[in-house]
């Protein structure tokens, strides 16, 4: 499985962003997706992620209620829609995949994930 992001760049606090990222080699309906966020000097944070059986999604603290994972099947893509972003959102977010059922879980972290993204900078700031 092959993962290639796009969708980042600069935006000013309260600013919306919609991150994307293809998925090629094979199909991502039974993969459990999820985003991750790097800030400088931090390790990689699960941001959203969401199961493959039946769609359930967990959240960080500090993407609920503001950023939405989702997935189009036909057109093999996962997103991430950020909105009302803050400066402490500013860091390189990768999308990540795995076809374990139990990858996306409340407390999942990066090593759950097998496949990954380039990642996409995302900086907001005014």
């Known amino acids: 499985l092959r993962l290639v992001e796009s969708g980042g760049g600069l935006v000013q606090p309260g600013g919306s962003l919609r991150l994307s990222c293809v998925a090629s080699?094979?199909?991502?309906?039974?993969?459990?997706i999820a985003w991750f966020r790097q800030a400088p000097g931090k390790g990689r944070e699960k941001i959203a992620c969401?199961?493959?059986?039946?769609?359930?999604?967990h959240y960080a603290d500090s993407a609920q209620g503001r950023f939405t994972i989702s997935r189009d099947n036909y057109k093999n893509t996962m997103y991430l829609q950020m909105n009302n972003l803050k400066p402490e959102d500013t860091g390189v977010y990768y999308c990540?995949?795995?076809?374990?059922?139990?990858?996306?879980?409340?407390?999942?972290?990066?090593?759950?994930?097998?496949?990954w993204g380039q990642g996409t900078q995302v900086t907001v700031s005014s």
């Open positions: 969401m199961r493959s059986s039946d769609r359930i999604t």
């Open positions: 990540a995949a795995d076809y374990y059922p139990n990858a996306c879980l409340a407390d999942s972290e990066a090593s759950n994930f097998a496949f």
């Open positions: 080699g094979d199909s991502l309906t039974a993969w459990e």
